[in-house]
């Protein structure tokens, strides 16, 4: 039976969304081909109908992922996506948080395609953040991207460290809390 242009459309889409998932989960490197095909529910050999390589299907899952993000953030305050992104439930549910505390690290080492799909993420947040007219109180707007930029970097890496602990380790939760309190603290937000 033939597939419509609409079904390999939606075939491709479901794809991509479990791909983005399962490298969340398991790295770029804990996911091959033929597992991620199965659990996308497709055989192996449907693979490059879809996609040229692996690294495309991850920068495209990339870019899905991070879009995710972007939408679940949508309409927080500063204050509020960094009290929850800051939190044990963002760091023990990496298969649905966020792409870049999940890949940053098996990002750097991909090609080309895969960070720019991190570099877009990243400034498509701060875009938004801008677009929504946010801000933070002593801070200058010429000032905000880069007070943004330090911000989530101290986050992600807060939720690296976090996960890099066992999950059981009080270590691991004093990393998100000493963080969370010292980012918020810097962060004069309107609505706090």
Known sequence: MRV????????????IETASKLFRERGYDG??????????????????KHFGSKADLMAQAAACGLAQSLENSAGQSIAGFFDHYLSRQHRDAPGTGCTMAALCGDAARQPEAVKASFAQGLENMLAA???????????EPQDMRAKLIDSMAHAIGAIVLSRACPDDSPLADEIIEVCRKEIL???ADNDR
Do not use: C, P, W
Request: hydrophobic share 50%; no cysteine; net charge neutral.
């Open 31 to 48: 996911v091959g081909v033929a597992d991620l095909m199965a659990a996308a529910g497709f055989t192996h050999g449907g693979f490059y």
């Open 4 to 15: 419509t242009k609409a079904q390999a459309q939606a075939n491709r889409a479901h794809i």
């Open 129 to 139: 953040i801008e677009q929504a007219g946010l801000s933070l109180n002593g801070v």
């Open 185 to 187: 603290g810097s962060l």
